[in-house]
């Protein structure tokens, strides 16, 4: 019991500050019901447009279901092998993407299909906010993809995380090997550098900072940014009136949620020694608020995501 008690607490800790960085786990938390996630879909089977194709599956990870959709144009899903995988923010779900014109105006441009997936505890996921299942879920989503003999065999991944989605990306390939034979794009989407160091920024607390690390939420973006060979693109609202290249820190700017001290652009530009593949990373500036996801130029943008696929 000594040595119980104190795990327990943990735990239940834990869970609770899960509770509060990830409000989707808690739809009420949010101001929505609780089938919030079975309601859109049913809005959405009534009036699919013809062109796009669904398909739900399950993936079993620490003993829970993670739900996910496929979402293409019929023409992709029968002829690509470039596919998307989204990571949402802490108040998204993935039944969000079904009226999300911007997402889908990227996908028609890319040419690709997408998975896109709930969090652990989020919609019709299992289990509670973790962490770590979060991670493991990103990397099983991921290696559906990857697998050429059981999954979709695709040749081309772009990998975009929105928020709190950036650093479960950033976390779960610090230790997901890259595949030779596979091209990666990631795009991390007005995420942080660390959860503990955006916490602590917003709460104006730096307590939080030991708090989130201490209970084991501290989600990072920065390590995998540094270290991984792949092309990398960094979006963060900027000091800007239109959609600029970041050249330096001080452009980067409060987006509204995640403080520009505490974001993954302003850390990685004040310190571009850190950055081993400085040549594969791209810092896109934007002048709307952190909620506002993918508004730059789809097309414009899908050119240059293709073109780092190449």
Do not use: C
Not at 98 to 124: C, K, W
Not at 210 to 226: A, M, P, T, Y
Request: charged content about 20%.
């Amino acid at each position: 019991a000594f040595i119980l008690f104190p795990i327990a607490i943990y735990n239940a800790l834990h869970y609770l500050i899960g509770k509060i960085v990830l409000p989707a786990s808690t739809p009420f938390l949010m101001g929505l019901k609780k089938n919030y996630a079975n309601d859109i879909r049913g809005i959405f089977a009534a009036n699919l447009q013809q062109n796009w194709k669904v398909k739900r599956f399950t993936v079993e990870v620490d003993g829970n279901k993670i739900d996910a959709m496929i979402i293409g144009l019929a023409e992709t899903l029968t002829n690509s092998k470039r596919w998307v995988l989204n990571s949402g923010g802490n108040g998204e779900f993935y039944e969000h993407k079904f009226f999300d014109r911007a997402f889908q105006s990227f996908l028609t441009h890319m040419e690709a299909n997408a998975i896109v997936f709930n969090y652990p505890g989020v919609g019709a996921s299992q289990g509670g906010p973790d962490r770590k299942t979060m991670v493991k879920a990103y990397q099983a989503m991921l290696t559906i993809l990857e697998d050429k003999a059981n999954g979709f065999g695709a040749t081309e991944i772009v990998s975009l995380g929105h928020s709190i989605g950036g650093g479960v990306q950033g976390d779960a390939l610090k230790t997901h090997p890259i595949k030779n034979d596979i091209k990666y794009v990631l795009i991390k989407h007005k995420t942080f550098s660390s959860l503990s160091a955006a916490a602590a920024a917003i709460t104006k607390i730096n307590f939080v900072y030991h708090l989130i690390k201490f209970f084991g939420w501290n989600l990072d973006s920065v390590e995998s940014s540094r270290k991984l060979n792949v092309p990398e693109i960094i979006i963060q609202t900027a000091k800007t009136d239109e959609e600029m290249i970041l050249e330096r820190a001080d452009q980067v700017e409060n987006d509204g949620i995640i403080p520009d001290n505490s974001s993954l652009a302003k850390e990685l530009l004040n310190a571009p020694d850190l950055i081993k593949h400085r040549e594969k990373k791209l810092f896109i500036g934007v002048p709307d608020g952190h909620n506002n996801i993918l508004t730059i130029r789809s097309l414009e943008f899908a050119k240059k995501v293709i073109q780092l696929l190449r």
